[in-house]
Structures are given as structure tokens and as C-alpha cells.
Antibody, heavy 119, light 113 residues
Framework: QVQLQESGPGLVKPPETLSLTCTVSRGSVSGYHWSWIRQPPGKGLEWIGYIYSSGSTNYNPSLKSRVTMSVDTSKSQFSLKLNSVTAADTAMYYC?????????????WGQGTLVTVSS | DIVMTQSPDSLSVSLGERATINCKSSQSISYSSNNKNYLAWYQQKPGLPPQLLIYWASTRESGVPDRFSGSGSGTDFTLTISGLQAEDVAVYFCQQYYTTPYTFGQGTKLEIK
């Protein structure tokens, strides 16, 4: 059973960079689109962007200027960097699997990691 | 961006009864070329990540009980839970994957009456 696990610091100071990694267990990153989604406490879901296993990316325009995603197929990992963070970036961050094509549902999610932005 | 609007925001239903959640997109999320609706439904229980229930608007994910069903096309979609059970208490989200940025509805909180 393929599993996803997010990892990274739970506390980030403004205006530093939030860095998270998602590790794919018992599976490969190859051939899929991998998304990051966030959810502020008690609120709804916001799609941050995706990266394909080849390295091509698509970011939400609302965050595009601050987001960088990367993939390491040898480690079955993909990563998110969000720079110049503010308190508004405090959220649960999830990684999720899409499909072979970009316009696909998210069928597998990690457990999420809570990131708090505070000085 | 495509705006996804769910109704109602919250819903209270008796055990064994039917729950209906609606989702409306600000533009069509259907491709006529393949007759597919790019709409998914997710269930999120407290403290847990969202879990895929329905995709292509009406296809149940493997392992999802058949009391969950999805319908609709174009801009109007419905998630129906027939015979509500206690473990169905959750927040339900719809999501369009027709185009980027993917967008979600605001969520519908389902409770037991």
C-alpha cells in the first residue's frame, strides 16, 4: 500500500522560508503528478501546486511568486518551498497524489503536517 | 479561477435518513469530447486528511460504501448519502480538476440530528 508522509519544521519565523518534503513509501514518484494542498486551522482547502515526476510544475497564481517545488525520484520524494512567509501561511500542509495526466483527482493524501508561522 | 460553491454549509440528518450536499461550479467542468465531469468529492473526519470518495462526479473510489453516490454534470453536482450512519459525521468537500488552479468548495459539515 503506497503511503505519503510529510516532514519538515513545525515552526517557521517570518519572513523565512517554509520547507517541506513528502516521502512516498512502497511506491514510486514516477509517472504521477504530485500536489501540495494547505488548510488553515478550521478553514477550507487551497491547492498550492503540483510537480510531475519529470520535474515540470504548475503553481497556483495566488502563490506562484513564492513557491518552488522539486522532485527527487531516486529518493521517492518531492518537496515544497514557500518563501517570505507570514502568519497567513500558518496551516496544515498536505501532499497528495494525482494521476498520469495533469487533470486528475487526488486519490492518496499524506497525514499532513502543521506549520505555524510565528516569531 | 473556477469558484466552487457548496450548499448547505452545515447539515443535520437523523441516522438512517438521506443527506444531500450540493456543489455548483462557476463554469462548466465537463469536456464534451469525452463526456467526463472533472469533479471529485472528499470526506474529512476530524484530525484526519481528506479522503477521496467520488471522482468523475459519479464513480465511487474503491472501498467506499455504496450508500455514497454522486451525480450531476456541467455546473451542478450532488453528493448523496443514503442511510446515514454515525461514522459519516465529517466535512465534505467538492473539488474541480478541470483546470488549474484546482479549487475546492468551502466544505459542508454533516452532523447527526
Amino acid at each position: 500500500q503506497v503511503q505519503l508522509q510529510e516532514s519538515g519544521p513545525g515552526l517557521v519565523k517570518p519572513p523565512e522560508t517554509l520547507s517541506l518534503t513528502c516521502t512516498v513509501s512502497r511506491g514510486s514518484v514516477s509517472g504521477y503528478h504530485w500536489s501540495w494542498i494547505r488548510q488553515p486551522p478550521g478553514k477550507g482547502l487551497e491547492w498550492i501546486g503540483y510537480i510531475y515526476s519529470s520535474g515540470s510544475t504548475n503553481y497556483n497564481p495566488s502563490l506562484k511568486s513564492r513557491v518552488t517545488m522539486s522532485v527527487d525520484t531516486s529518493k521517492s520524494q518531492f518537496s515544497l518551498k514557500l518563501n517570505s512567509v507570514t502568519a497567513a501561511d500558518t496551516a496544515m500542509y498536505y501532499c497528495a497524489r494525482g494521476g498520469a495526466t495533469w487533470n486528475y483527482f487526488l486519490d492518496l493524501w499524506g497525514q499532513g503536517t502543521l506549520v505555524t508561522v510565528s516569531s | 479561477d473556477i469558484v466552487m460553491t457548496q450548499s448547505p454549509d452545515s447539515l443535520s440528518v437523523s441516522l438512517g435518513e438521506r443527506a444531500t450536499i450540493n456543489c455548483k461550479s462557476s463554469q462548466s467542468i465537463s469536456y464534451s469530447s469525452n463526456n467526463k465531469n472533472y469533479l471529485a468529492w472528499y470526506q474529512q473526519k476530524p484530525g484526519l486528511p481528506p479522503q477521496l470518495l467520488i471522482y468523475w462526479a459519479s464513480t465511487r473510489e474503491s472501498g467506499v460504501p455504496d450508500r455514497f453516490s454522486g451525480s450531476g454534470s456541467g455546473t451542478d453536482f450532488t453528493l448523496t448519502i443514503s442511510g446515514l450512519q454515525a461514522e459519516d459525521v465529517a466535512v465534505y468537500f467538492c473539488q474541480q480538476y478541470y483546470t488549474t488552479p484546482y479549487t475546492f468548495g468551502q466544505g459542508t459539515k454533516l452532523e447527526i440530528k
